[in-house]
């Protein structure tokens, strides 16, 4: 049977005394983890869970984050990931929808617990997994582990749901992503070939682990029996020590972090003599960045990964060969993993010519099971088992896929599709410009225009008509930027890393009826 306690189980079976988790001073190998998974599987089973029922977390990265990822389905219960960077409104709503029974939290979360706690007709108990008192409202996470003897693993896998995962809510509610043990199970199996990890891997936890980023870092490391060093936020000159002092191994990091970590000053004592791999995706890989990094690391390996929650994450690799400077192959997303079988569509469902443009779709072992609770969205992204992603890309004669943009993202200006993503890269490939989103804006003439909202580089200068000089070098006239707009401010990010267009377009469509023209 395929579940994520089996992992657990597996591992421990294999690599007894290897390290499995360490988080601020704190250690514990395979075989100690597995009898903590299961004694915490023990305690939440004796609050009276029934299977599937749902258990949160809300909390910073740490060793007990990813035992609790691990013992909640020991008990026959669905976790539920919850989004640090969330307002106290969102997460309300994520725990009402899911109908969560318990809650564990940590001490950056002590506030929001006690409200959910409250507010949360569903919610019956919350349970500390701090270091410090626990509150009197609380159980504490430490003793109950204490006060029950292990049990042997709910016997729910492979079809069964593990999770909801929801999505960074960037338009509307936010939507709970339902996974089976099986989908998480053969998205990290679909990458691991590349990932190229064994037990002697040190995988640091950077990112944040509700994220599903790092949810298959995590799944992919216990397949693979490694050891697993947990910072508990993100932190560029923070990362960049503990890969020296860990060894660190293998790391999953957003493009917005690479970029952090390589201009960190920090970066000129870096020891990095350890690193491998360094695992990207979750948002388009600047090819200034991308650069920056093969010519300060050379001999560190650079695998893209793209996908999206509802595919548990990971459909296509860009493998470390093909990370070659100055090859066309960078531009691509890479190939379809083992696990994906990948479409391009029209507006129809029919399949569009090789090379052209059309809507990404995907089915595999690791396809959603749908959202939770919302049957017509459900029913709109899940069709015939086949994921319709949202994404705009074409596929070479090679079978590499080239994402152009989200298709919901494209600016229709004068009768001609502008993808987004493209004007960006052009844009932000200019030495003065650190971030950039672009908009489609009303236009009396074009109905839309292409606008660029930029952030300067610190102690860098750049004019409108400079950037678009750049971009005129690189892009057909019609897709260049009409206007610009500069911001000292970084741009607004969803909990996925993503920027928030919707926040950035409301200003510039205040007042319509519509949000295109």
């Known amino acids: 049977m395929i579940s994520m306690p089996a992992m657990i189980e597996r591992a421990a079976r294999l690599n007894p005394e290897g390290m499995c988790t360490r988080y601020q001073g704190r250690e514990y190998s395979w075989r100690e983890t597995e009898s903590r998974v299961a004694r915490l599987g023990a305690a939440l089973a004796s609050l009276g869970l029934a299977d599937a029922d749902r258990v949160a977390i809300l909390s910073l990265n740490s060793d007990r984050y990813y035992e609790s990822v691990f013992a909640i389905p020991w008990a026959g219960a669905c976790v539920v990931p919850l989004n640090t960077r969330w307002a106290l409104a969102e997460n309300k709503y994520a725990v009402a929808d899911s109908g969560a029974r318990v809650l564990l939290f940590d001490d950056a979360f002590t506030a929001q617990a006690e409200e959910l706690l409250s507010a949360t007709p569903t919610l019956e108990t919350v349970i500390y997994m701090g270091d410090g008192q626990t509150p009197a409202w609380a159980r504490c996470y430490e003793q ?22 929801y999505t960074g809510g960037t338009t509307g509610f936010p939507k709970g992503v ?35 980023a790092d949810f298959a870092g995590s799944m992919g490391a216990t397949l ?17 020590r503990t890969i020296g002092q860990e060894r660190i191994s293998h790391a999953l990091l957003v493009p917005s972090m690479i970029k952090m970590v390589l201009n960190d000053p920090a970066i000129a004592d870096a020891d990095v003599s350890s690193l491998e791999c360094v695992l990207y995706g979750a948002s388009p890989m600047p090819t200034a960045t991308l650069e920056q990094f093969m010519n300060q690391w050379p001999r560190v390996g650079l695998v893209q990964v793209y996908g999206q929650t509802e595919l548990a994450p990971i459909v296509t690799t860009l493998s470390m060969e093909d990370h070659k400077e100055g090859s066309d192959k960078l531009r691509s997303a890479g190939r379809p993993t083992a696990s994906s079988e990948v479409r391009i569509v029209d507006e129809e469902g029919n399949d569009c010519v090789q090379g052209s443009s059309g809507e990404i779709v995907v089915r595999g072992p690791h396809t959603m099971l749908g959202y939770w609770n919302k049957p017509e969205e459900t029913a709109a992204a899940l069709r015939d088992g086949w994921v319709f992603t949202g994404d705009a890309g074409y596929l070479d004669e090679e079978g590499y896929l080239y994402i152009v943009d989200r298709v919901k993202d494209m600016v229709v200006s004068g009768g001609e599709n502008v993808y ?43 004019s409108e008509e400079e950037i678009v000089a750049h971009c005129r070098e690189r892009l057909a006239g019609y897709k260049l930027p009409k206007s610009i707009t500069f911001r000292e401010e970084p741009l607004p990010l969803s909990g996925a890393g993503k920027v928030l267009t919707t926040e950035l377009r409301k200003p510039f469509w205040e007042g319509r009826d519509r949000q295109v023209n």
């Open 178 to 212: 339902m996974q089976s043990h099986r989908a998480l199970w053969a998205s990290a199996i679909g990458a691991l070939p590349e990932f190229n990890m064994s037990r002697e891997s040190v995988y640091i936890h950077a990112a944040p682990m509700f994220h599903m």
């Open 420 to 462: 987004t993503t493209e004007v960006e890269n052009a844009v932000i490939s200019h030495a003065a410009v650190l971030d950039v989103a672009v908009i489609g804006v009303p236009h009396e003439e074009w109905g839309e225009a292409v606008h660029a909202i930029v952030v300067l580089a610190p102690g860098q200068s750049a």
């Open 224 to 240: 693979r029996c490694a050891s697993n060093v947990i910072v508990q936020s993100f932190d560029p000159a923070g990362v960049l």
């Open 144 to 165: 109950m582990i204490e006060d029950n003897d292990a049990i042997v693993p709910s016997s729910r896998g492979w079809h069964d749901m593990a999770g909801i995962f």
